[in-house]
C-alpha cells in the first residue's frame, strides 16, 4: 500500500510500451505502478514515477523488485516459470499466475490444454525429430507451420515447410539449438481476429467487441473494430471461447485470444495474457481501455463498461521505416495534426529503426473504409515524413 496515497502499488515486470501505457491508466486511477526495467532507455522507464533495473530472468532481482507491492504483473510472458512459482510460494500476488501464465508462454502446452477442453485449433504436434516433422507433413498435407514452443513472437520463431526436403534443412538446426518445436497443419483462413476479454479474481467477466487483425510479414499492421461483416453467431462464439479459456485456466487479467476465421467456423492460434496490440483501440474507442481494465481486474475491483464510443475505430501501428527521416518527430506530429486533427496518436518514446512498432494511430467514425485511409496515411507519414497519397505540406 502506497501510504502517501492509501492506494494499492501494482508492480509490472517489464518496461516495454505495454507498461508505458498502463502507467497512462494508473494516473487516473491513483494508482501507484512500480516499474521493472531492463534499462534506462525503455519506454516505460522514460515516464513511469518508480522504475527499478533489473532482468526478469534473475529471480533475486523479483523478489526485491516484489518487496512492498500489493501486486505482481507483466507486460510480457517471458519470465521463467520457476521464478513465478518461487514468488507465489514467497506469499506474492502473482496475476495472472504461473499456472494460468505457463499457457502463454508454451504453444505446445496451450495446444493440449485447449485440445483437451474441446476449443477448436488447427491439428498439430510435438516436433523432437525430423521425421515427426515429415510424418505430420505427409498425414495433414504439405505446407505445415513450424513453430517455436517458447518465445516467439510478431512472426518470429514461426516457420512456413513447403515440403519434406525443407523440413530436412531446416529443422535440424532448431533441435541442435535446443529449440523446443511443434508443428501445425497450414490453415487456409479468410482472416485473423482477436477476442479480448479481462477477468478478476472474483471471477468477473468482460469482453470487448471482437476484432479484425491484419497483418504484414508477422506484424500486426491494423486492428478494426468490430470486425467488419462478422457473423453474429462467430462473435459470440469467439467471446465465448475467451471468456471459458479464461474461467478454466484462472487467467486474472486482460486475455486475447487470437483466432484464425475459415469456412468451417473458428480455429484458436494463440493466447496473450496481458494487454494486447489488438486491444489498443480501446484506448480511445472504448468506454474503458484494456490498459485500465487490466489494472481494475488484477487489483480485483469491478470490471469497467467496455461500450464501444463509436460505430467504427481503426488502430494503425507506426513501424520503423527502412531509412529513419530527417524532420523531427515533433514536426511529423505538427503536420499530422493539421492534416487529421481528429486522430488520437500514442507514440512510445522508442528509437527508430526498420520495421520497429514507435506507436499507433486510433481513429473514430461511421465509416470504417475512410478510418483505415486515413489510419495508414497518418502511420506512413509519422514513420516516413512522407504522404502515400501525394498531399503536399507546402
Not at 504436434?125 to 513453430?147: I, R, S
Not at 510479414?217 to 462467430?234: R, Y
Request: charged share 20%; hydrophobic share 45%; net charge negative.
Amino acid at each position: 500500500m502506497d501510504t502517501r496515497t492509501g492506494l494499492p502499488v501494482v508492480g509490472m515486470v517489464g518496461g516495454g510500451q505495454l507498461a508505458r501505457m498502463t502507467h497512462q491508466a494508473a494516473i487516473s486511477l491513483g494508482q501507484s505502478l512500480r516499474v521493472l526495467a531492463a534499462g534506462e532507455n525503455e519506454s516505460a522507464g522514460l515516464v513511469a514515477g518508480e522504475v527499478v533495473y533489473g532482468r526478469h530472468t534473475d529471480l533475486a532481482a523479483l523478489r526485491s523488485f516484489a518487496t512492498g507491492v500489493d501486486v505482481l504483473t507483466f507486460d510480457h510472458e517471458h519470465v521463467p516459470g520457476e521464478h513465478l512459482r518461487a514468488l507465489e510460494a514467497d506469499g506474492v500476488h502473482v496475476r495472472p499466475g504461473a499456472h494460468a501464465l505457463l499457457h502463454a508462454q508454451d504453444k505446445l502446452v496451450m495446444r493440449e490444454k485447449l485440445a483437451g477442453m474441446g476449443i477448436p485449433g488447427p491439428p498439430f504436434a510435438a516436433a523432437g525429430t525430423v521425421d515427426e516433422v515429415v510424418t505430420f507433413g505427409a498425414e495433414h498435407g504439405w505446407p505445415v507451420v513450424l513453430k517455436a514452443a517458447r518465445g516467439g513472437y510478431d512472426g518470429k520463431g514461426v516457420w512456413m515447410l513447403d515440403d519434406a526436403d525443407a523440413a530436412r534443412a531446416q529443422v535440424p538446426a532448431l533441435l541442435d539449438a535446443g529449440t523446443p518445436l511443434l508443428v501445425e497443419q497450414r490453415v487456409a483462413m479468410s482472416r485473423e481476429l482477436s477476442a479480448l476479454v479481462a477477468r478478476s479474481p472474483f471471477g468477473q467477466g468482460a469482453a470487448w467487441p471482437v476484432v479484425e487483425t491484419v497483418q504484414s510479414g508477422g506484424i500486426n499492421t491494423e486492428v478494426l473494430a468490430p470486425a467488419p461483416g462478422l457473423d453474429e453467431d462467430l462473435r459470440r462464439q469467439a467471446q465465448d471461447i475467451a471468456l471459458r479459456v479464461a474461467a478454466e485456466l484462472g487467467v486474472v487479467g486482460v486475455l486475447a485470444v487470437e483466432l484464425f476465421e475459415t469456412g468451417d467456423g473458428l480455429l484458436v492460434n494463440e493466447l496473450a495474457m496481458r494487454p494486447h496490440n489488438s486491444g489498443h483501440w480501446t484506448m480511445d474507442g472504448a468506454r474503458t481501455s484494456q490498459f485500465e481494465q487490466h489494472l481494475r481486474a488484477v487489483l480485483d475491483y469491478p470490471l469497467g463498461a467496455i461500450d464501444p464510443l463509436a460505430p467504427a475505430c481503426v488502430m494503425t501501428n507506426v513501424l520503423g521505416a527502412p531509412e529513419p527521416p530527417a524532420m523531427r518527430p515533433d514536426e511529423r506530429l505538427h503536420h499530422l495534426f493539421a492534416r487529421y486533427p481528429a486522430a488520437r496518436v500514442h507514440l512510445y518514446g522508442k528509437g527508430e529503426r526498420p520495421g520497429r512498432k514507435l506507436g499507433h494511430v486510433n481513429l473514430l467514425g461511421e465509416d470504417m473504409a475512410t478510418l483505415r485511409e486515413q489510419g495508414r496515411l497518418a502511420a506512413h507519414w509519422l514513420s516516413h515524413a512522407v504522404w502515400l497519397d501525394g498531399y503536399s505540406i507546402h
